[in-house]
Structures are given as structure tokens and as C-alpha cells.
């Protein structure tokens, strides 16, 4: 008598990882990560870190779609590239965590965790879309204030001495916003992109 | 002075606020070594390094192309940029939409959008720091430092986006090394300083991290504070603006946290130079905008 063939459960779901490949910035050389570590280990913000970009990797082979879109590793890189020089693979490791990071903003699950980078990243961007130049001040008040009245407040407060630093020594802007000339030309421009991207 | 060589010059958004003395002692130094400083034409933000969580990355890209478009308007083959945030990405779009035809054709019809001429990414961009190296060269520089700053003790910190990841240059081959890279000391000898040794050269502060929540990167800033103590610096100088900001703003937290007693200047490349080419401290090297004033490099300046 023969044994039935086994028929192994499928537990890993392969279509995230998929997906990353097909989608993600440098996702295509994922598959070439050999758990090394090197990244890992060159990154100077591991600490703050729940995976790192080693365990990331393995992760979205694995297919935890949710635990890595809302891992803490997206939004404390820097972006040093320090693990993207270094990779021996040659895998460009930040511009898949920075992919990684602008699909689960945009998939809703950076503002369910109250995610600064979220926040500062939103403000920075409504500066540059609206006058076409980033008014740090602005994007750094919009930013505090995105935490709440109280919160805001308190930040604000927190910096003021540095502000006034800046300021005597010229280089806080004091009045209106620096803008550029054209902006109805760049609003048409990345409405435009915003459209293609949405397209894919 | 023999002919001058045309460049156009993305300034970028901290020109005008966080790192005008960047840009005031680029304009002031670079047309002293034969590089004329052209303007790209109604510039607009590169998204910096986190536009594309905040706007996604095609209209990233976009933004970008839209310089680079306007660049070209200038005639100029190269383009270049003192800030590596505006480097990075500037740079990297161009390089995509030269290699990718997808994200070019993209592009091209964001571009159209706004009335703009197609882009195909045949203009040349380059960090200013890589232009010293490879345009300009260092003896030039030592030429022209006639106001040699002797007995100024430099650490020397290139910080990350200035060579990594593209210290490969549009004209092939690098500029430098991600990991040992020495223009920045070579900088500083050429305007006869002295360049210590500095172990975390190319060290991240935390770059747009610690601008939103500095608490989680104050200890990488400690350790570039205590190495640059420790091998004796005068000042530190770095290319780039959002290291120079960071490090200067956060002593005294750093200070307050870990009850030290840092008062370190951080300056740049190009101030050293302003003042090594006996240039005015204020209008060229902009030395009054540092927050913490660079007190031994002030009395070396020609009044
Ligand atoms: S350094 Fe490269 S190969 Fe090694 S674990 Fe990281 S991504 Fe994978
Ligand atoms: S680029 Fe990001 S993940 Fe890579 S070493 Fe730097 S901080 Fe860490």
C-alpha cells in the first residue's frame, strides 16, 4: 500500500510580496536579500525600530501584509542610506522602506497609530503643494498643532527659543510665505501626477 | 580670471530660511573659482525626504521634473545643488526619467498638464561638493585661499545624502567613497586649516527625524558633539543644511539631557572658503547667521 502524498497546507500568503515586487520601488530585487543582517546592523536608528529592514524583508515574503504596514520601521528611517550602499546584494533597502511607507499612508495605517512622520510628512506636503516651497516655520507649526490644541501648544513653546534664535540670526522667514510665481502651473502639474498615480 | 563656466543652481527651499548662509557663501565663493551661479527659473520644492509619504511618489517626481524642466530653459549642461536632501532628489528623478520610460512618459504628461515642454533627462546634476572636486579641483582652491586659516582645528563631517547613495557622478565614476570619503578634509587644508581625524564622518544626525521628534535622535548628535570634542575641533563643518541646522539647534537640549556643556560651531565648506578667499565675514561668508558664532574663524576674516 501506498502512502497518500502529503498535501502541505499553503500558510504563506505569496500575493503581498507580490505585489511589493511589482509595485514598490526596487521591490523587484527583494528576492535577492540573503538575511544577511548588514542593513540591520548599519542602521543608526535600529533602536527605535520594532523589525529593521532585514526582518521587514522576510516579512513581506511571508505575506504579514498588516504587521508590516503598520510596523514602526517605515516611519523612524531616516534615510541615510547607509543599508543601501552597504547591502551586498545591492538591494537599494531605503527606497523599499520609503515604498514601503508611502503605500501604508496611503492605505489609512500611519494616522491609526498617531505616527509623527505621518504628520510631519502631510504638513510638509500641503506647504510644497500650496506655495510650491517648503515655509519650515508653517510646516513645523501645522506640524505641532496636527497633535492638538494642548499638545501644540506645548511644542511650540518647547522650540520658542530656538525660534528666536533662528530669527535673529535670519534664517526663520518672518511675514508671508516665500511662494513661487507660477503656482497654478505646479497645482495643474501634480494634480496631473496625483491622477497617474492613481491610475498605477 | 579666465573664462567662467556656467552652471545652473537649484537653491532649494532652505536657501530662503534655515541655510541662507549656505547659500549666500555659495554665491559668494563658487564665481571666485570660475563657476558662474545661474538660477533655475521659478524653482519649487524637491518633496525632501519625505515627499513621498506625504504626496506620494509620482507627484514627487513631478515636482522635480518641473525644475529640471525649467533647468534646462537656462542653456546649461549642468546643474547643480548645496543642499543633499535637493541633491538626492533632484538627481534620482533625473535618473529615472532617463531610464525609466514609464515614469518619463508620466512625467511628461504632468508636465503637459501645466503647459510645460517634455523633459527627457539629458541635463547634468551634481552636488556642489562634487563640483569643487571634479570642476574646479583643490589646488585651485588653495590658489585662490590667500587668507590661509592657520591654527583652525576643522572636524570634518560629510554626513549621509551628500555621498550615499549617489556618489557616482553624471560623468561616470564617483566622486568620492560612501564609506571614507576625504574632500571635505581636502577642503579644509586647501584653505589652510587643519583637518582632524573624525571617526563618524559620515554619521547621520537624524536628518528629518530629528526635526519631528528630536528625543529619538539627540544621541546620535551627542556622539558627533563628543568625537568632534575629543579630537580637539575648533568648529565642525558639513555640507549640508539640514546637518548644520540640526547640530547647532540641538546643543543645548543635548546639553540639558545629558548634562554636558557642548558650544560647538558648525559651519560650512563654503564659509571656511569665504573667509580663507579674504572675503567680506558677513556678506560672503554670512558668519552671523550661525547661532552659535564661530568665534576663532570670525577673528581669522578680513575686516
Ligand atoms: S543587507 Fe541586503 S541582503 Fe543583507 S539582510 Fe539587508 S537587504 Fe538582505
Ligand atoms: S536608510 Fe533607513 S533603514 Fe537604512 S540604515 Fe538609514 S535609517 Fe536605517
Given at each position: 500500500?501506498?502512502?497518500?502524498?502529503?498535501?502541505?497546507?499553503?500558510?504563506?500568503?505569496?500575493?503581498?510580496?507580490?505585489?511589493?515586487?511589482?509595485?514598490?520601488?526596487?521591490?523587484?530585487?527583494?528576492?535577492?536579500?540573503?538575511?544577511?543582517?548588514?542593513?540591520?546592523?548599519?542602521?543608526?536608528?535600529?533602536?527605535?525600530?520594532?523589525?529593521?529592514?532585514?526582518?521587514?524583508?522576510?516579512?513581506?515574503?511571508?505575506?504579514?501584509?498588516?504587521?508590516?504596514?503598520s510596523s514602526s520601521t517605515l516611519w523612524n528611517c531616516t534615510s541615510c542610506y547607509r543599508c543601501y550602499?552597504?547591502?551586498?546584494?545591492?538591494?537599494?533597502?531605503?527606497?523599499?522602506?520609503?515604498?514601503?511607507?508611502?503605500?501604508?499612508?496611503?492605505?489609512?495605517?500611519?494616522?491609526?497609530?498617531?505616527?509623527?512622520?505621518?504628520?510631519?510628512?502631510?504638513?510638509?506636503?500641503?506647504?510644497?503643494?500650496?506655495?510650491?516651497?517648503?515655509?519650515?516655520?508653517?510646516?513645523?507649526?501645522?506640524?505641532?498643532?496636527?497633535?492638538?490644541?494642548?499638545?501644540?501648544?506645548?511644542?511650540?513653546?518647547?522650540?520658542?527659543?530656538?525660534?528666536?534664535?533662528?530669527?535673529?540670526?535670519?534664517?526663520?522667514?518672518?511675514?508671508?510665505?516665500?511662494?513661487?510665481?507660477?503656482?497654478?502651473?505646479?497645482?495643474?502639474?501634480?494634480?496631473?501626477?496625483?491622477?497617474?498615480?492613481?491610475?498605477? | 580670471?579666465?573664462?567662467?563656466?556656467?552652471?545652473?543652481?537649484?537653491?532649494?527651499?532652505?536657501?530662503?530660511?534655515?541655510?541662507?548662509?549656505?547659500?549666500?557663501?555659495?554665491?559668494?565663493?563658487?564665481?571666485?573659482?570660475?563657476?558662474?551661479?545661474?538660477?533655475?527659473?521659478?524653482?519649487?520644492?524637491?518633496?525632501?525626504?519625505?515627499?513621498?509619504?506625504?504626496?506620494?511618489?509620482?507627484?514627487?517626481?513631478?515636482?522635480?521634473?518641473?525644475?529640471?524642466?525649467?533647468?534646462?530653459?537656462?542653456?546649461?549642461?549642468?546643474?547643480?545643488?548645496?543642499?543633499?536632501?535637493?541633491?538626492?532628489?533632484?538627481?534620482?528623478?533625473?535618473?529615472?526619467?532617463?531610464?525609466?520610460?514609464?515614469?518619463?512618459?508620466?512625467a511628461n504628461e504632468a508636465l503637459k498638464a501645466g503647459g510645460m515642454d517634455a523633459y527627457e533627462g539629458?541635463?547634468?546634476?551634481?552636488?556642489?561638493?562634487?563640483?569643487?572636486?571634479?570642476?574646479?579641483?583643490?589646488?585651485?582652491?588653495?590658489?585662490?585661499?590667500?587668507?590661509?586659516?592657520?591654527?583652525?582645528?576643522?572636524?570634518?563631517?560629510?554626513?549621509?545624502?551628500?555621498?550615499?547613495?549617489?556618489?557616482?557622478?553624471?560623468?561616470?565614476?564617483?566622486?568620492?567613497?560612501?564609506?571614507?570619503?576625504?574632500?571635505?578634509?581636502?577642503?579644509?587644508?586647501?584653505?589652510?586649516?587643519?583637518?582632524?581625524?573624525?571617526?563618524?564622518?559620515?554619521?547621520?544626525?537624524?536628518?528629518?527625524?530629528?526635526?519631528?521628534?528630536?528625543?529619538?535622535?539627540?544621541?546620535?548628535?551627542?556622539?558627533?558633539?563628543?568625537?568632534?570634542?575629543?579630537?580637539?575641533?575648533?568648529?565642525?563643518?558639513?555640507?549640508?543644511?539640514?546637518?548644520?541646522?540640526?547640530?547647532?539647534?540641538?546643543?543645548?537640549?543635548i546639553n540639558k539631557k545629558y548634562g554636558t556643556n557642548f558650544n560647538i560651531p558648525v559651519v560650512f565648506?563654503?564659509?571656511?572658503?569665504?573667509?580663507?578667499?579674504?572675503?567680506?565675514?558677513?556678506?560672503?561668508?554670512?558668519?552671523?547667521?550661525?547661532?552659535?558664532?564661530?568665534?576663532?574663524?570670525?577673528?581669522?576674516?578680513?575686516?
Open positions: 500500500m501506498t502512502a497518500a502524498i502529503p498535501q502541505p497546507s499553503r500558510t504563506y500568503d505569496l500575493s503581498f510580496a507580490r505585489w511589493v515586487r511589482e509595485n514598490v520601488k526596487g521591490g523587484d530585487k527583494m528576492n535577492l536579500c540573503m538575511q544577511c543582517g548588514v542593513c540591520a546592523g548599519s542602521c543608526p536608528i535600529g533602536d527605535e525600530m520594532d523589525n529593521g529592514p532585514r526582518k521587514t524583508f522576510m516579512m513581506v515574503r511571508a505575506g504579514m501584509k498588516e504587521e508590516v504596514l550602499v552597504r547591502c551586498p546584494r545591492g538591494i537599494p533597502v531605503t527606497s523599499i522602506i520609503q515604498g514601503l511607507a508611502a503605500v501604508a499612508a496611503k492605505e489609512g495605517y500611519a494616522p491609526k497609530q498617531k505616527v509623527e512622520n505621518y504628520y510631519f510628512s502631510k504638513a510638509f506636503w500641503w506647504s510644497a503643494e500650496k506655495f510650491g516651497k517648503t515655509d519650515e516655520r508653517l510646516v513645523t507649526m501645522k506640524y505641532f498643532f496636527s497633535f492638538g490644541l494642548s499638545e501644540g501648544i506645548k511644542r511650540a513653546l518647547d522650540n520658542l527659543k530656538i525660534a528666536l534664535g533662528m530669527v535673529k540670526a535670519g534664517r526663520m522667514h518672518i511675514g508671508l510665505p516665500h511662494t513661487i510665481k507660477n503656482k497654478s502651473q505646479l497645482k495643474a502639474i501634480v494634480a496631473k501626477a496625483k491622477e497617474l498615480e492613481q491610475k498605477g | 580670471m579666465s573664462e567662467k563656466m556656467k552652471f545652473t543652481y537649484y537653491p532649494g527651499c532652505s536657501s530662503e530660511a534655515t541655510g541662507r548662509h549656505l547659500d549666500e557663501s555659495t554665491r559668494a565663493v563658487f564665481p571666485e573659482l570660475g563657476i558662474e551661479v545661474q538660477d533655475i527659473e521659478d524653482w519649487n520644492c524637491c518633496g525632501a525626504s519625505i515627499g513621498h509619504i506625504g504626496g506620494g511618489p509620482l507627484p514627487q517626481l513631478a515636482l522635480n521634473a518641473r525644475n529640471l524642466a525649467n533647468a534646462k530653459k537656462n542653456g546649461n549642461e549642468h546643474v547643480f545643488t548645496s543642499c543633499a536632501a535637493c541633491y538626492l532628489n533632484t538627481h534620482g528623478s533625473n535618473l529615472t526619467i532617463r531610464e525609466d520610460e514609464k515614469k518619463r512618459e508620466q539629458d541635463l547634468k546634476v551634481h552636488h556642489a561638493m562634487e563640483v569643487l572636486v571634479n570642476f574646479v579641483g583643490m589646488d585651485k582652491i588653495a590658489e585662490r585661499a590667500t587668507n590661509k586659516l592657520e591654527g583652525l582645528k576643522v572636524a570634518g563631517w560629510v554626513g549621509c545624502q551628500t555621498v550615499r547613495p549617489f556618489a557616482e557622478t553624471d560623468d561616470g565614476g564617483n566622486y568620492d567613497t560612501y564609506e571614507e570619503p576625504h574632500f571635505l578634509d581636502d577642503i579644509t587644508k586647501a584653505c589652510g586649516a587643519e583637518a582632524v581625524d573624525y571617526e563618524p564622518k559620515t554619521n547621520c544626525c537624524g536628518g528629518s527625524v530629528a526635526v519631528m521628534k528630536p528625543e529619538k535622535t539627540l544621541h546620535l548628535m551627542k556622539l558627533l558633539l563628543e568625537e568632534a570634542e575629543k579630537a580637539g575641533a575648533d568648529v565642525i563643518s558639513t555640507p549640508c543644511p539640514l546637518c548644520q541646522t540640526n547640530l547647532e539647534m540641538y546643543q543645548e537640549a565648506p563654503q564659509q571656511l572658503m569665504a573667509v580663507a578667499f579674504g572675503m567680506d565675514p558677513q556678506k560672503d561668508a554670512a558668519l552671523h547667521r550661525n547661532t552659535i558664532r564661530a568665534e576663532k574663524l570670525e577673528k581669522m576674516a578680513k575686516k
